[in-house]
């Protein structure tokens, strides 16, 4: 099961993380997710643990629980959606229409009208 873990307090380590969830059984990974600039820790990150059963005891009992000075939020994690990634520039095209001339074809150069000064350019 793969577990979302966030309220990490940034000075813990993934070794800390790791430590406080196999408490409740075998971890098998811990990556606590960082600024990919600075490498400062984000605050939250994600265990994974082979077993649901020990997996869902972690996450009861952890869920609340203070560590590194702060209450973790603990709870199972949602899988990541297909075609989901980061975000960034759309070359999809979603403007368009007119100019300041009243004509989409830049051709007609007479003037347009602007309804919020009641006025013609």
Same mark, same amino acid.
């Given at each position: ?66 560590? @590194? /000075? ?12 297909? *075609?989901?990634?980061? +975000? !960034? =520039?759309? #070359? @999809? /095209? ?12 830049? *051709?007609?150069?007479? +003037? !347009? =009208?602007? #309804? ?6």
């Amino acid at each position: 099961m793969n577990i979302y873990v966030s309220n990490i307090s940034f000075s813990l380590t993934e070794g800390d993380l790791q430590e406080a969830f196999a408490e409740f059984g075998e971890v098998s990974s811990v990556k606590i997710i960082t600024d990919k600039f600075t490498g400062k820790s984000k605050g939250f990150g994600f265990v994974e643990m082979d077993n649901d059963n020990e997996a869902s005891n972690a996450i009861d009992q952890l869920n609340g629980a203070e560590l @590194g /000075g702060r209450e973790l939020q603990v709870k199972k994690a949602l899988p990541k959606k297909e *075609g989901t990634g980061g +975000g !960034g =520039y759309s #070359s @999809g /095209g979603s403007g368009g229409g007119g100019n300041r001339y009243g004509s989409d074809r830049g *051709g007609d150069r007479r +003037g !347009g =009208y602007d #309804s919020k000064r009641n006025n013609r350019y």
